[in-house]
């Protein structure tokens, strides 16, 4: 019986160290995004996305918790805006500032997360025109310290974010083609 404990507990200790080193193995920094054309023109889309307060319209986060606090200071819109949000386990806590705005072509946000966990990263949202339409991109990119690695051997990052980008930007999409 003893033999058969230390045998199980040996493959598990190897399956974990496996795991461990397997995640060492995954890139220091991350990026997700996903684009989608919006026929309207850029100047009409910018203003969703520079004014924090407009957020509600379109970001599919807003909607993850009813009761979710929101803080707002800095500047109205645009660079030197900052959002502050603390929700359920759905939508975490943590706060975002404008950084750069380029109007009507890019937007960079300075974003950290503080919980569920902590992450230090930036959103970019660019805008490009094709003639009556424009190509928008919502980015998110940042560093992958260790947890977030090990986390990436279980979770495909890319798909979970991904398909949070692409509903925020349909939403984005119906909200400025009207």
Do not use: C
Not at 37 to 44: E, H, L, P, T
Not at 58 to 75: C, I, L, N, V
Not at 101 to 117: G, Q, T, V, Y
Request: glycine fraction near 8%; charge should be neutral; aromatic fraction near 10%.
């Amino acid at each position: 019986m003893l033999k058969a404990i230390a045998i199980i507990a040996l493959v598990l200790a190897a399956g974990i160290a496996a795991v461990l080193v397997f995640a060492l193995t995954k890139p220091d920094t991350f990026r997700v995004d996903r684009s989608l054309v919006v026929r309207a023109q850029a100047d009409a889309i910018y203003p969703q996305v520079a004014d924090f307060h407009r957020w509600t319209g379109w970001s599919p986060y807003e909607s993850r918790d009813p009761a979710m606090k929101r803080s707002f200071g800095g500047t109205a819109a645009g660079k030197g805006a900052t959002y502050a949000w603390d929700g359920n386990n759905n939508v975490g806590a943590g706060h975002m500032e404008i950084l750069e705005a380029s109007s009507p072509s890019k937007l960079r946000i300075k974003l950290d997360f503080e919980r569920p966990f902590e992450g230090h990263n930036t959103a970019e949202f660019t805008f490009v025109p094709q003639g009556d339409a424009t190509l928008v991109t919502w980015a998110m990119y940042g560093p992958a310290p260790f947890m977030s690695k090990l986390m990436q051997v279980f979770i495909n990052m890319d798909s979970m974010i991904g398909k949070d980008f692409e509903a925020g930007l349909a939403s984005l999409k119906k909200l400025t083609e009207k």
